[in-house]
């Protein structure tokens, strides 16, 4: 085996390529029918209801999720259709896995993470296109990790080398305090991880005035 491996390409690679997307295409469909029978969840209505007024952080999750919901509801209204950029978002999360999947094991093997990942159970439903913080921080993962291979197993002029470590690091901290508030916990360090999300809550307009605010509100983001 060389030292660099080559990322595929050819009519074998085209071939598969028109695969996905007919199993994409296909996934997103299934959901978009489903869509309409299956009413919002506890967590996506107060999703909803909470990005009703538009803020730069909310209480508990990483704010991404509630913009893309807020801006969708003013277009849609609040109901179901509130899901349709999270459905397609995966869409884009399930191509940028092929893509991944295919440029380090092979087209087939990429086919087969595509289908994996769009008809297990949890992706088929909640993670596949719910109004939860798994759509934007599932894309930018996946963007990242195939921004890394393709840099990592493509020849890169090395001046040029710079634009895609960029792009990795902006995916990979694309909520940067999900990521700090989250790398404390797991260092076992909660007292700081609670003041990173108190200091950004009490960053929103009027929250210091704002009765409703209490301790548990405070510590919502990082005991959720």
Excluded: K
């Excluded at 080398?161 to 508030?181: D, K, R, S």
Aim: hydrophobic content about 55%; some cysteine.
């Amino acid at each position: 085996m060389s030292d660099q491996q080559v990322i595929p390409t050819g009519e074998g690679s085209w071939s598969a390529a028109r695969q996905a997307v007919l199993i994409t295409l296909a996934f997103v469909a299934v959901r978009l029918v489903a869509n309409p029978f299956i009413g919002l969840g506890v967590d996506e209505s107060y999703t909803v209801s909470i990005s009703r007024e538009w803020a730069l952080s909310y209480f508990d999750h990483p704010p991404l999720h509630q913009w893309i919901a807020h801006y969708v509801a003013l277009a849609f209204g609040e109901t179901v259709w509130v899901r349709l950029p999270f459905v397609l978002l995966f869409a884009l999360t399930g191509w940028l896995m092929f893509g991944l999947t295919r440029d380090l094991f092979g087209a087939q093997a990429g086919l087969i993470a595509l289908f994996a990942l769009n008809v297990s159970p949890f992706f088929l439903a909640s993670g596949g296109g719910w109004v939860t913080p798994d759509g934007p921080l599932l894309f930018c993962l996946a963007a990242a990790a195939w921004t890394l291979a393709r840099l990592f197993l493509s020849p890169t002029d090395r001046r040029g080398a710079w634009m895609p470590w960029l792009l990795a690091g902006v995916l990979l901290v694309h909520q940067p305090i999900f990521v700090l508030t989250q790398f404390l916990i797991a260092r076992g360090r909660q007292r700081q991880a609670a003041l990173v999300s108190i200091v950004f809550t009490l960053g929103q307009p009027g929250a210091l005035g704002d009765p409703r605010l209490g301790r548990r509100d405070l510590g919502g983001g990082v005991l959720d």
